[in-house]
């Protein structure tokens, strides 16, 4: 069946229930940036593979909303579909909410699976819609009913991540948990998002390729802990733990009755942008919600330093297997076939060499020549590129060890470079060393940061459409809030928060040309303190991604005596951290690859 022909089964299904708009979104019931087989329902739908976007389906037209990472990838992938792509942030396109206000004819309905829809939008959709007499339907997954042969559920089993990876007990943060509920005067905590779970229980599993999490919701009061888990994924070790705090373990479904069990007069903590739209409406009405962000997002943010040694130890064995990668590829190009999936795959062998390497942490994006302008660009048999002797490779890819979750990138010279095609490389570059040494006072937020990145690029009138990084999860997800590099605000993504110690955050500013390059580099950097003194608390970044920075790729007059003097500083750096593990021939391209200019 073809996507015209399931969007036509889609609209026979919503005929039936007098539907007349259906948004189907990326998320699980989790809200989750990556998801399950079972979860694609937006990629069956449209045939759109990014990992965010959302299709809205009406009885007259379908359009793919998605941001900027996106945008040339969704204009290829929805070609002959029928669904128009609407360009999220672009000038005079209609965000989903103004779109459904405008398209759907008054006392009409509008449908969704509320499993999948965070309350916080399903409370703005009603509200807005109202004024038109629009009513909601969300008891309804529509994909269910057209989707044959739909993936099952992940029945994956889950493993204990070890207190001396974690360096805090299940136990302890249950304590601080109850003990923000206490301030906040709230009896209740709901807690949906899987990477909060996982790091409040220590619980990690196979249930999303590449996020190392377990399905699952809890529901935590100041004297019980509930878990809503299939309880066949959990082994003796993880029981053990669990029994400690008395932790009662429910089918994962039965979280959707159980909420509707609170007494009227308990007070629940939740947080509307991640709780889904049908939890929310379950739980009954004379309950208070306090809607803040979950206590977890933050306290994970901070990591402590037992996962701060581990993850420094994660990235020096990533570094290693990255430097072979490099070293393999610089040797071997044009001498024998290497394609973009080649590469990608001979980087996770190498990788997979590595102690405690558990599996990659995001689908690598390898792009050579123009497909490196797509920037979340993902090779297939029919689209792989063969690498030539020339041009830039770009390679975007991570790992999950026990010790750490990691993403590097590095666009790569394969061959004699066009003085265009360096320039716009060492920009990047600057950019890059701009942020990572900037020093700042406590209560500087990501945005206040990111022109030091952006500078280089903005100078050229050139921009990138997505923020310079992302928060980085503890065996977690690959993008984690609240902290991030962007230079506006957008509210749904919440990584604006105060950079506080022990936040580690992606620092990957690029350079994208439709039809030409892509350029991307990408270090990880810890937020340590500083000095303080009567101006107050200073703040700085410590590296700890090392892996050589092209330097044939490099037009050194481009740069300044300080940039290149930080580039110099950080080549030492790798050198000294990943030279041990290499053998002669790779040690030697090693030194010549990290040389001082």
Excluded at 12 to 25: S, T
Excluded at 229 to 238: A, F, S
Excluded at 338 to 345: F, G, L, Q, V
Excluded at 563 to 586: I, Q
């Amino acid at each position: 069946m073809n996507i015209k022909s399931r969007l036509s089964e889609l609209r026979k299904q919503m005929n039936e229930k007098n539907i007349y708009a259906y948004i189907v979104p990326s998320s699980d019931n989790h809200e989750s940036e990556y998801v399950g087989d079972y979860f694609k329902s937006r990629q069956f739908i449209s045939g759109f593979t990014g990992s965010a976007g959302t299709v809205i389906v009406t009885q007259e037209e379908a359009g793919l909303w998605t941001d900027g990472r996106y945008f040339i990838q969704a204009e290829k992938e929805l070609e002959g579909s029928g669904i128009k792509l609407f360009k999220m942030g672009e000038e005079g396109v209609p965000t989903t909410d103004e779109y459904l206000y405008n398209a759907i004819p008054q006392d009409k309905i509008l449908g969704f699976d509320g499993r999948v829809v965070c309350a916080k939008e399903g409370i703005n959709l009603a509200d807005k819609l109202a004024k038109k007499n629009i009513n909601i339907v969300y008891e309804y997954d529509l994909i269910e009913n057209i989707w044959d042969n739909r993936p099952a559920l992940s029945d994956n089993k889950a493993f204990l991540l070890d207190v001396r990876y974690v360096g805090e007990t299940f136990s302890s943060k249950l304590a601080r948990l109850r003990k923000k509920m206490e301030e906040k005067n709230v009896t209740n905590h709901v807690i949906t998002t899987l990477e909060d779970i996982a790091w409040l229980f220590n619980i990690r599993g196979r249930d999303v390729k590449f996020n190392p999490v377990v399905l699952s919701y809890a529901l935590i009061t100041l004297d019980k802990v509930y878990l809503f888990v299939d309880k066949n994924k959990l082994n003796d070790e993880i029981l053990g733990e669990l029994d400690k705090e008395n932790v009662e373990i429910k089918p994962y479904n039965d979280i959707y009755e159980f909420i509707k069990t609170l007494n009227n007069d308990e007070k629940i903590l939740l947080d509307s942008t991640k709780i889904n739209y049908a939890i929310y409406n379950n739980i009954p009405s004379e309950v208070k919600k306090v809607d803040e962000f979950n206590p977890t997002m933050f306290f994970k943010a901070e990591k402590n330093e037992v996962e701060l040694k581990n993850i420094r130890n994660s990235h020096i064995k990533d570094g290693v297997a990255f430097t072979k990668f490099m070293y393999w590829l610089k040797q071997n190009i044009g001498k024998i076939e290497i394609t973009e999936m080649s590469a990608a795959k001979k980087l996770e062998d190498l990788r997979r060499e590595q102690e405690g390497f558990i599996e990659p942490s995001f689908s690598t994006i390898a792009g050579y020549k123009e497909h490196a302008a797509m920037m979340h660009y993902s090779a297939t048999e029919e689209t792989d590129y063969k690498l030539q002797p020339q041009h830039l490779f770009l390679i975007d890819s991570g790992g999950q060890y026990f010790d750490g979750t990691t993403d590097i990138t590095r666009t790569i010279a394969l061959g004699k470079l066009s003085d265009e095609l360096k320039i716009h490389f060492t920009a990047v570059l600057r950019g890059m060393i701009n942020l990572s040494m900037a020093k700042f006072l406590h209560g500087v937020r990501g945005y206040n940061l990111d022109i030091l990145a952006r500078r280089p690029m903005w100078n050229m009138g050139i921009d990138y459409k997505c923020g310079t990084g992302h928060g980085v999860g503890f065996v977690g997800a690959i993008h984690e809030a609240p902290n991030g590099f962007r230079w506006r605000i957008i509210p749904e993504r919440f990584d604006s928060a105060v950079l506080e110690e022990g936040m580690l955050t992606t620092n990957e500013p690029g350079i994208y040309i439709e039809g030409s390059h892509g350029i991307r580099i990408e270090n990880e950097l810890i937020v340590r303190k500083a000095e303080k003194n009567e101006y107050g608390q200073f703040m700085e970044f410590e590296v700890v991604t090392f892996a050589p920075i092209d330097l044939d790729a490099i037009d050194i007059n481009e740069m300044n005596k300080e940039e290149k003097a930080y580039l110099n500083y950080y080549h030492k750096l790798v050198y000294d951290k990943v030279s041990p593990f290499l053998n002669d021939e790779e040690r030697q391209w090693l030194k010549e690859y990290t040389k001082e200019v």
